[in-house]
């Protein structure tokens, strides 16, 4: 029996807005969808925290045994500045403003945005298919959707017909938008007198040959529709229909119900299962913006340089911060809360290396039902639409039992071989595998704690010379540098690092 | 006056044989084009070698003051096993050998490519496309070399006409090769009938539907040919004429001579002004080959995990020995040469942590013209073809005379403020901007510095407290964690770790 048989995982979809039982088209096999970054400047916290939440997708169907194939584009093409296709197209603007060619905006922030994956230890997807990367494949679903009926060309772009559309489909249904008020709707934008109605969107854009990134095309030269995108790299990496979309809560309307029409114009039905969206991020009780000065960039947290942060953030505390609340809840940014967070991980964390180091010497101990059943409820937590907040507290009861060996009072040799070896082993893997929370500053780390036990032995020995001022003093000084000393009661003497 | 001008650049050209002096199209802009890998597996030490090589040509370019613009692709289809354009397409293979889907195989040896590059400290270059992100242009230039007459078609598949090409322009003229000899061979592959001669090559290959990886093209469904990726994305981002294109000595030829022709095919004129070819690096005298078992891998390197490793090397330490010879010499690796470059980048880092620590306290000295006329070599050496050897060998120079300020041999007192200034500038600048040679294993190095130098002032206080017993023990023991005490002449202690 799979774990994922074990474990049966539940999704709340989008679609349906309920809780559905996860049923892949193909099991093992699962086929997952997130929006990326568009690579004109850098990702925000607010995009990291969708991204943290699909890597903890991706990783836990991973460990409960699907084979996952998780695609994250990168838009490095056609996203203009607003939803409707409309508007300046911002990688040529970013280009513009720092002068340079766009794919140089490109590779800059793409290799940003991956820096920011590494330090957060956001897991690198299947693939990673660019726009540019599938113009071909674009221009291929564009053909088909004119085939069908469902696009319109006027001067070289192409338009997507949405009320041509309704008369045979649904338009709106995932983000529950009127459409129909939509469509008559008087709001009309500069320069749109091109599109029938408003609602209407562009799969393939005319540009003017100032324009540096453009391609050739059937209908002129252009650039594929933002929306269009997606559809056309999904379809190609995991078929006309899969099972699971995910994206930020702000994607579900316009971007992704025009991949639903589109996928459902060129192919006849629709692209995915289960819709998930990542909810936002504020800060203080309010929405991230620019405008408002509290928008800063994940480097900012952990080197500290924003007038609203308090200190610097480790970039583990900051994952686990993320992790604390459920994907789907909006998720609040105070100091107070990442300081609060910054105490929880390191409480997490120092169990993982207590644990680390443990061994059972053997032997048949009472099977610990309680240890047994913690591992029980990560896993249930997890399968119950990824919930990772409840998911932490299990882990938090879990390092309260680290703590409790560690300081003899909870014996190993009470506890049987097995249920300890399967607690440790579930520990480690929650930790590292399904959350992602690393130890952090590992590097020299061997080193530090060779000469920091030196000290302790030399301490110990200044105690038994009785030679006080001695053992004070490298107490003290060792305090002074953050490196506290703890006397155990078997007189053993452990440290931590503030 | 800028630093190029003072220091005017010169560049071995492939296409004479000869230095050359460098003048840029249209200086400060410079365009740089080297060949990247074909991510169907990890990259190897050889590889390894060729990026180093164009990394220090950026780096250099970029110090000195020009606007560099460098390319460096990653070849993520059509490249078949042979160099003619013909066998089993590399992706495929590896995709069918561990069960992905090429766009997996892609994703997987991108990211690892990433990863070494990032450890030994390559940048990323300005732009790195991809070939299967230029889908487009390369069939666009397909079209061109067919309305130029260059090309033919048979059963989908467009190759070079080299025989033709040969009526108007020469054929050879980089590597260097007979290519009358060539078409006169009677050396005929399998499977190789539809080309008119053995010279011929494809830009354009037929593939039948059950390869993966394929493209509609107005000839069919296909691969875009290896060698005119190269070419397509050159002229893209550089132009149709650009400044250096660099690349392994192994690729001169064909892939190199390929590019020319289907560029003058195309264009009517020359792609590329300056061609550098790096050199190959042997083991132990021999060919590096996997069938020899004396390839490894980059990352096998720092762990020491392969038979010929007598032990672990330090990324930096690799760099520096690849530094110490000439781009365009071979180089060969042995345990020796690395041990020796582990020392000798030691010497080099720990000066960089010295210089960095050391201020001048003002005031105007002697003019130390020795100091400057060492900057002087320096750059003079990098200006000369890049010869890093020469450059290293100055920075050996400074680190002695860093190592003597130190020692207060040379006193700063000495030194006029604004020449001390300049020469802990150039040091600095040459070591991390233009060598890209960084000081390693810094994380934690803060308080592992604390805590050694507390162990410092226990031992000193030892010692006047004729306490021999402990301040012998303080030594010992952090001798046998790697940590060498120092004694200098004005009872200050030093340390190094092993």
New interface residues.
């Given amino acids: 029996m799979t774990l994922f048989e074990k474990y049966p995982v539940s999704i709340t979809n989008s679609l349906s807005g309920k809780k559905e039982l996860f049923t892949p088209l193909k099991s093992p096999f699962v086929g997952l969808y997130s929006c990326g970054p568009t690579v004109y400047n850098e990702v925000h916290l607010g995009n990291l925290r969708t991204f943290t939440a699909f890597d903890v997708v991706y990783r836990y169907l991973t460990h409960i045994g699907y084979k996952v194939?998780y695609v994250r584009n990168i838009t490095d093409a056609g996203h203009l500045t607003n939803d409707a296709g409309e508007g300046v197209d911002r990688i040529e603007e970013s280009a513009k403003l720092e002068q340079?060619?766009p794919?140089?905006i490109?590779?800059k922030y793409t290799?940003s945005f991956?820096e920011v994956c590494r330090i957060f230890n956001i897991l690198?997807?299947?693939?990673?298919?660019?726009a540019?990367?599938h113009?071909?494949e674009q221009i291929?679903m564009v053909k088909k959707i004119l085939a069908n009926g469902y696009a319109y060309e006027v001067n070289g772009s192409v338009y997507f017909d949405v009320r041509k559309f309704m008369e045979k489909y649904k338009y709106g249904e995932l983000s529950g938008r009127n459409i129909d008020e939509l469509l008559e709707g008087t709001r009309e934008l500069d320069r749109q007198d091109e599109k029938r109605h408003a609602v209407d969107f562009a799969i393939w854009k005319a540009v003017s040959p100032n324009h540096i990134q453009r391609?050739?095309s059937p209908w002129g030269e252009g650039i594929p529709g933002w929306h269009l995108e997606c559809s056309a790299m999904g379809t190609k990496?995991l078929g006309e229909q899969f099972d699971i979309h995910g994206g930020g809560m702000d994607l579900k309307f316009p971007h992704h119900e025009c991949e639903i029409a589109q996928s459902i114009g060129a192919y006849g039905k629709a692209p995915v299962r289960y819709w998930m969206h990542a909810n936002m991020l504020t800060v203080n009780g309010e929405k991230m913006s620019k405008s408002k000065g509290n928008s800063f960039l994940p480097r900012e947290l952990f080197t500290g340089s924003h007038p609203l942060l308090a200190k610097a953030y480790s970039p583990m505390a900051v994952r686990f911060f993320m992790l604390q609340s459920h994907y789907s809840s909006t998720l609040d940014f105070s100091n107070e809360a990442l300081q609060a967070a910054e105490k929880g991980y390191k409480k997490l964390s120092n169990a993982l290396g207590t644990i680390k180091k443990l061994d059972h010497p053997g032997g048949a101990g009472k099977q610990d039902e309680e240890l047994l059943k913690l591992i029980d409820e990560a896993y249930r937590n997890m399968s119950d639409d990824f919930n990772t907040a409840k998911t932490l507290a299990v882990l938090f009861e879990m390092s309260s039992r680290i703590n409790d060996i560690k300081s003899g009072n909870y014996r190993l040799t009470d506890l049987d071989a097995d249920a300890f070896q399967k607690f440790k082993s579930a520990y480690i893997t929650f930790m590292e595998d399904v959350l992602g929370l690393q130890e952090e500053?590992s590097?020299?780390?061997e080193?530090?704690d060779?000469?920091?036990r030196?000290?302790i032995?030399?301490r110990k020995k200044a105690r038994t010379d009785r030679n006080y001022a001695?053992s004070d003093?490298?107490r003290d000084?060792?305090k002074a540098?953050?490196?506290q000393l703890m006397d155990g009661k078997d007189g053993e003497i452990s440290y931590t690092?503030e």
Same sequence: chains 1, 2.
């Avoid at 690198?124 to 660019?130: A, F, G, L, V």
């Fill in positions: 194939r340079l060619e794919m140089e490109v590779q290799f991956h690198p997807p299947s693939i990673e298919p660019t540019t990367g113009i071909v291929e391609w050739p990496y500053g590097q020299n780390q080193l530090l060779g000469v920091i030196v000290m032995e030399l001695l003093k490298i000084d060792l540098l953050g490196v690092i």
